[in-house]
């Protein structure tokens, strides 16, 4: 969905790199983020998984110009390639303007490569997105490798139906930026030409399962809220808007399909809610030195009881330290007070 900022005269397009496990689509968007022509560009974030990640950054492509007069945002996301983060995948299609599929050459990789943008075109429907109209990009990526594909034998069995197709090598970078300026064209020809890309007949994508725990690597917060439902389609006015649409649009969340229940909050205070008597706080203070297991490895027991005493030395060296100019503070201020 495109996001047209009037205030500071914007529009914030989605791109996101799709395709199997270990394809390259980690690869693109790295070699993208590392170009040294690509000044206007914010901070990679990276949502780690156990076996895979999810990346994102934005930049502004100032070579691309500007479409009826206002500046071009992209957005760059990849999706977790395994089978069992499907849902993952679902969530950061959301919304998308534009996505390149990132199949792996190697002869060894065409049912996974088949079933994988079959998976692709079924998440654009759960996202209420025709996967005809989206802007779809196939980038053959590991071309360099031996036992790959040739393109002819890969347009027979991807059926590209018309989309564009670029060779690549994502680890050197070949075809890595053509890749990027194919599919930037393609979404802004979709948006000149007022594309309505959304699936009206398709149900709300459903509150997946995440009971699957994941780190999170270099943001602090991601808002999780529900999504409203997709408007018809109706005119555009200046600047690409529909009619009703302020002027400023925040920067969409791809997670915001999920809706995290928040505790009430209960009014108490919070210093007297819970009595605790000082024998009991102490017994659930857990004492580093209680034996738990039958030590085996004698010399590595005593290093790390050496390790843990020389961190408690530093510990209470600083604290005397911190004493002593407290109470040298201490002596300052009475002295004033005592004039």
Do not use: W
Not at 134 to 157: C, F, G, H
Not at 197 to 220: C, F, K, N, W
């Amino acid at each position: 969905m495109v996001l047209i900022n009037k205030a500071i005269n914007e529009v914030t397009v989605k791109l996101v790199y799709y395709g199997p496990g270990l394809c390259g689509k980690t690869t693109n968007l790295e070699k993208i983020y590392a170009n040294p022509k690509l000044d206007n560009k914010g901070k990679m974030i990276s949502m780690s998984t156990e076996t895979d990640r999810t990346l994102f950054f934005d930049f502004m492509p100032m070579e691309l110009g500007t479409i009826a007069g206002q500046k071009v945002r992209v957005q760059l996301y990849t999706v977790p390639g395994q089978v069992f983060y499907d849902a993952t995948r679902k969530l950061v299609l959301r919304g998308a303007d534009g996505v390149v599929f990132v199949a792996d050459s190697q002869n060894t990789m065409r049912e996974s490569n088949l079933d994988s943008l079959e998976n692709l075109k079924t998440n654009l429907r759960l996202n209420r997105l025709d996967p005809e109209k989206v802007a779809v990009i196939l980038q053959y990526n590991k071309r360099d490798l031996p036992n790959i594909d040739s393109v002819e034998t890969m347009n027979e069995y991807m059926k590209p139906n018309g989309r564009p197709v670029v060779e690549a090598a994502a680890k050197t970078g070949t075809g890595v930026t053509a890749t990027l300026r194919a599919a930037v064209a393609k979404i802004l020809e979709n948006l000149k030409n007022n594309v309505d890309t959304t699936l009206y007949d398709q149900p709300e994508l459903a509150a997946p399962d995440m009971s699957q725990r994941s780190g999170v690597t270099g943001a602090t917060k991601l808002s999780m809220s529900p999504s409203p439902p997709a408007p018809r389609p109706a005119e555009r006015g200046e600047g690409g808007r529909r009619p009703g649409e302020g002027s400023h649009v925040e920067e969409e969340n791809p997670f915001a399909a999920v809706a995290i229940a928040e505790p009430e909050p209960v009014e108490s205070d919070p210093f007297g809610a819970v009595e605790v008597e000082p024998e009991a706080f102490a017994d659930a203070i857990e004492d580093p030195f209680a034996e738990t297991a039958v030590i085996h490895d004698a010399d590595a027991e005593r290093a790390e009881l050496e390790t843990m005493l020389a961190n408690a030395q530093a510990i209470v060296a600083s604290l005397e330290t911190a004493l002593e100019r407290a109470r040298d503070t201490e002596k300052k201020l009475a002295a004033k007070l005592s004039k």
